[in-house]
T-cell receptor, first 114, second 113 residues
Framework: GDSVTQMEGPVTLSEEAFLTINCTYTATGYPSLFWYVQYPGEGLQLLLKATKADDKGSNKGFEATYRKETTSFHLEKGSVQVSDSAVYFCALSDRRSGNTPLVFGKGTRLSVIA | DTAVSQTPKYLVTQMGNDKSIKCEQNLGHDTMYWYKQDSKKFLKIMFSYNNKELIINETVPNRFSPKSPDKAHLNLHINSLELGDSAVYFC????????????FGQGTRLTVV
């Protein structure tokens, strides 16, 4: 079945550091890929998405590129802020027929210190 | 205007009780979901409904019974609550059933004591 593997956390960075959170996937079909963010005490918010190979999703300074050849969708940000502290989830939704709800990775907790 | 709203936000109850969590979406989506998030933040699909019809039931105990009175609502009823049911439950909705993002509610933190 479909699955998403993302790097274990927690990740602790100083403000303005470069962030990479690795994500790889396994899918039966040709999925769309997503990054969601969960701030403390809140629900999940869509951060960015990509629907086909080589697409780059971007939002709020975060970027991720859909790499079909390496089945990866790594999240990057050039300069993190304290307000970026949250749990980040990589997810996929497959394209085959029927109902294909989002499949999530286990989440990576990011703490940014001033 | 909250797109996906669920109530209550917190629910503390004793073992053996029956409780319900309500969810409503005003996005006009035709597909709704319940996810369970455990203490390690792992998210797992429980149920998926499309146009009020149950599509996915992922090895969830029979004590959990979703009900969708219309496309905009998907409620979760839990009978005979157990300690292991303690988790955060998220409702979500999407347009379509495949290859699409979902919009999530704020979550309901259920604590069974």
């Amino acid at each position: 079945g479909d699955s998403v593997t993302q790097m274990e956390g927690p990740v602790t960075l100083s403000e303005e550091a470069f962030l990479t959170i690795n994500c790889t996937y396994t899918a039966t079909g040709y999925p769309s890929l997503f990054w969601y963010v969960q701030y403390p005490g809140e629900g999940l918010q869509l951060l960015l998405k990509a629907t086909k190979a080589d697409d780059k999703g971007s939002n709020k300074g975060f970027e991720a590129t859909y790499r079909k050849e390496t089945t990866s969708f790594h999240l990057e940000k050039g300069s993190v802020q304290v307000s970026d502290s949250a749990v980040y989830f990589c997810a996929l939704s497959d394209r085959r027929s029927g109902n294909t709800p989002l499949v999530f990775g286990k989440g990576t907790r990011l703490s940014v210190i001033a | 205007d909250t797109a996906v709203s669920q109530t209550p936000k917190y629910l503390v109850t004793q073992m053996g009780n029956d409780k319900s969590i309500k969810c409503e979406q005003n996005l006009g989506h035709d597909t709704m979901y319940w996810y369970k998030q455990d203490s390690k933040k792992f998210l797992k699909i429980m149920f998926s409904y499309n146009n009020k019809e149950l599509i996915i039931n992922e090895t969830v105990p029979n004590r959990f019974s979703p009900k969708s009175p219309d496309k905009a609502h998907l409620n979760l009823h839990i009978n005979s609550l157990e300690l292991g049911d303690s988790a955060v439950y998220f409702c979500a909705s999407s347009r379509g059933q495949t290859n699409t993002e979902a919009f999530f509610g704020q979550g309901t933190r259920l604590t069974v004591v």
